[in-house]
T-cell receptor, first 112, second 115 residues
Framework: GDSVTQMEGPVTLSEEAFLTINCTYT??????LFWYVQYPGEGLQLLLK?????DKGSNKGFEATYRKETTSFHLEKGSVQVSDSAVYFC???????????FGKGTTLSVSS | GAVVSQHPSRVICKSGTSVKIECRSL??????MFWYRQFPKKSLMLMAT?????????EQGVEKDKFLINHASLTLSTLTVTSAHPEDSSFYIC???????????FGEGSWLTVV
């Protein structure tokens, strides 16, 4: 079945450092790909998404490119802030009407 | 504002009692809603798919008699945790697909604590 694999965390960075969180997927067909963020004690927020190969999703300085050839959707940010500390989930969605499949999440901790 | 609303956001109940969590789509009709469970510092586990007017489809390992799901209208799905035990304490999140099926909205989540 479909699955998502994320790099193990936690990821600990200093403010203004470059961030990469790796995400690869296994799916039949052409899934849509997502990154969600969860701040402590809160629900999920959609960070960005891409619905087809070579699409780049971006939001709040974060970017991820849908790479079909490597089945990847790595999350990047050029300069992280303390406020970016959260858990980041990579997810995919297959056919319309189906549920999201989540990766295990990566905890990011940014210190000043 | 919230497009999918969950209620209650936090609930504490005694062991052996039942508790109901509601998930409402506010601005659209959702023929399909999904219920997830999240353990502390863990990922989201899909529990079941809730289809309006029909029985829910449960994922393997989820007890359908314990986690009752009802989707009586196009804007409301409910999850009832029956005969709750402390190990049912968790964060429960619902999501709903807009009609096209490609736009997904999540509720704010509900913290359940069973004492």
């Amino acid at each position: 079945g479909d699955s998502v694999t994320q790099m193990e965390g936690p990821v600990t960075l200093s403010e203004e450092a470059f961030l990469t969180i790796n995400c690869t997927y296994t799916a039949t067909g052409y899934p849509s790909l997502f990154w969600y963020v969860q701040y402590p004690g809160e629900g999920l927020q959609l960070l960005l998404k891409a619905t087809k190969a070579d699409d780049k999703g971006s939001n709040k300085g974060f970017e991820a490119t849908y790479r079909k050839e490597t089945t990847s959707f790595h999350l990047e940010k050029g300069s992280v802030q303390v406020s970016d500390s959260a858990v980041y989930f990579c997810a995919l969605k297959g056919q319309a009407g189906t549920a999201l499949i989540f990766g295990k999440g990566t905890t990011l901790s940014v210190s000043s | 504002g919230a497009v999918v609303s969950q209620h209650p956001s936090r609930v504490i109940c005694k062991s052996g009692t039942s508790v109901k969590i509601e998930c409402r789509s506010l601005d659209f009709q959702a023929t399909t809603m999904f219920w997830y469970r999240q353990f502390p510092k863990k990922s989201l586990m899909l529990m079941a798919t809730s289809n309006e007017g029909s029985k829910a489809t449960y994922e393997q390992g989820v007890e359908k008699d314990k986690f009752l799901i009802n989707h009586a209208s196009l804007t409301l799905s409910t999850l009832t945790v029956t005969s709750a035990h402390p190990e049912d304490s968790s964060f429960y999140i619902c999501s709903a697909n807009e009609a096209s099926g490609n736009t997904i909205y999540f509720g704010e989540g509900s913290w359940l604590t069973v004492v």
